[in-house]
């Protein structure tokens, strides 16, 4: 396994490590494509083969030390553009929360190789398929589940449809082969910049947008995440996708109630709120989602 992969972001990239210059982790991806190998069924056997594991005691399902078989290396050029962007595009003022990110336009070499002999046919299969799903449907760095960080790819291994069609096709196909644990849908409308379609994304709902809001998004066990009384990551993400010249939005719900603790009727009701209170957003997913 050598795959070498050319990605350029299409919305600023707010990744970061310790400190607050941006910064492209090989460890950030390896944990998205640990999350989407989970998502594509892989279990624990099989986890523990691909992204090795610690013994951490007596109660830790890994019994001895192993390293990862796969290795993720990251290369780009020094001189990058690093600007401030809001991280909340429909505020204004201090309210946007400007922070500095990787400008779009940036491109860096992703290069993922394997190692100690290589993973076992099937593993390695499940491994391809984790990458391909996040290279089309995932994002990288900080409020990446409202599509900052989207990116777009290059690659002789992996394919990237130019229609809209093939896109959720191939996306569709990946996720069928796998227990459609998620779902998707490719929102119709086009952009002309990915930063308006960003905007529109990022203009969600939360307790201060409605005097029941907090209550509503509560009945619905939280289908658009949590920051207080115990954290809890979004269910329903989204990404940017190019086509030509246009920009569409990507919507993605992870369909795994044990994970998420939402059902499906979860995103019925979110999409319905969004229908009375943020009505193209909602009208675009409604229509995406068939609603």
Known sequence: MNYAIRITFLTPCFSHGATDAPEIRPASIRGMLH???????????????????INFGKKSPIQDDSASKVVVRVRHNANVDIREFPTLPHKSGGQASPRKAFAPGKSFKLIVTDRLGGLPEQDAALFKDALHAWLLMGTLGYRSTR???SFVFESADFAS?????G????????????????LLALLDRDFANAEDARLLVSDSLGGKDHSNGK???????YPLGRIHD???T????YRIVRFGGNYRILAVWDNRPAVTGNQRSDLTGVIRLFQDRKPELGRLLGAGFEI
């Open 234 to 237: 979004s269910p329903l993400k």
């Open 161 to 165: 449809p130019q229609t809209p069609g």
């Open 215 to 221: 209550n509503d998004l509560q009945r619905l066990h």
């Open 167 to 182: 896109y959720q096709a191939l996306c569709t196909g990946i996720i069928g082969r796998h227990g459609n644990r998620i």
């Open 147 to 149: 599509a900052a960080g």
């Open 230 to 232: 115990g954290r809890k």
């Open 35 to 53: 999350h989407w190998f989970r998502i594509l069924g892989g279990t624990a056997q099989q986890e523990r083969m691909v992204f090795g594991g």
